[in-house]
């Protein structure tokens, strides 16, 4: 996979806007402000391929790109309290319609910040992608703001949470330094190969 071939292709507000699945997809899922789009861009080796903010919950469109015959979707961030109730019925529709749009998705990668327990939100994401079988793994990000103690408590505390049961992996990640992203892009290619 070089990841230095991909490009963005579109994005869409609403799921009747979403076009068809033609391509295995990769989906990026997770609450605002976890890292999503810093992590994207570490993966692809790109400073700007998806915006990164410091105002939580800036991504509101499912993103795609393309790379090599596969479409990477950036979902947008979920349990962000600042959102009006219409722009979270507008959230809950634009994801319902792209996750029962008989889409080919081959692998979900669900974000989680490492520093904190998962939320009631984080809870229902996983809860739904194991009850609905899809394939995913957990990227703990933000690794690297944890000590060696901190970390060792925080693997501890996912590796006892019921709800990260059906992961196929739990891989810690950090966008800043790096760590975790070959695994990351080794799970990828794995998944895309079988």
């Given at each position: 996979?070089?990841?230095?071939?991909?490009?963005?292709?579109?994005?869409?507000?609403?799921?009747?806007?979403?076009?068809?699945?033609?391509?295995?997809?990769?989906?990026f899922?997770?609450?605002?402000?976890?890292?999503?789009?810093?992590?994207?861009?570490k993966?692809f080796?790109r400073?700007?391929?998806?915006?990164?903010?410091?105002?939580p919950?800036?991504?509101?469109?499912?993103?795609?790109?393309?790379?090599?015959?596969?479409?990477?979707?950036?979902?947008?961030g979920?349990?962000y309290?600042?959102?009006?109730?219409?722009?979270?019925?507008?959230?809950?529709?634009?994801?319902?319609?792209?996750f029962?749009?008989g889409?080919?998705?081959?692998?979900?990668?669900?974000?989680?910040?490492?520093?904190?327990?998962?939320?009631?939100?984080?809870?229902?994401?996983?809860g739904?992608?194991?009850?609905?079988?899809?394939?995913?793994?957990?990227?703990?990000?933000?690794?690297?703001?944890?000590?060696?103690?901190?970390?060792?408590?925080?693997?501890l505390?996912?590796?006892?949470?019921?709800s990260?049961?059906?992961?196929v992996?739990?891989?810690?990640c950090?966008?800043?330094?790096?760590?975790?992203?070959?695994?990351?892009?080794?799970?990828?290619e794995?998944?895309?190969?079988?």
């Amino acid at each position: 996979m070089n990841t230095n071939n991909i490009k963005f292709e579109a994005s869409y507000g609403v799921s009747s806007q979403l076009p068809p699945s033609s391509l295995p997809e990769i989906v990026f899922a997770g609450k605002s402000n976890v890292g999503k789009s810093s992590l994207f861009n570490k993966l692809f080796n790109r400073k700007s391929l998806a915006r990164v903010s410091s105002v939580p919950g800036k991504t509101t469109t499912i993103n795609f790109f393309l790379l090599d015959g596969i479409r990477f979707a950036d979902l947008p961030g979920y349990g962000y309290a600042k959102r009006s109730a219409s722009e979270i019925q507008r959230w809950g529709e634009l994801m319902e319609g792209y996750f029962a749009g008989g889409r080919d998705i081959r692998l979900v990668v669900q974000l989680l910040d490492m520093r904190h327990p998962p939320t009631a939100d984080d809870k229902t994401m996983l809860g739904f992608l194991s009850d609905a079988g899809y394939k995913f793994i957990c990227v703990l990000t933000k690794c690297d703001k944890l000590n060696k103690t901190e970390r060792a408590a925080a693997r501890l505390r996912f590796s006892e949470d019921e709800s990260l049961k059906n992961a196929v992996a739990v891989i810690e990640c950090s966008a800043q330094t790096g760590e975790g992203i070959d695994k990351l892009k080794e799970y990828i290619e794995e998944t895309l190969a079988g």
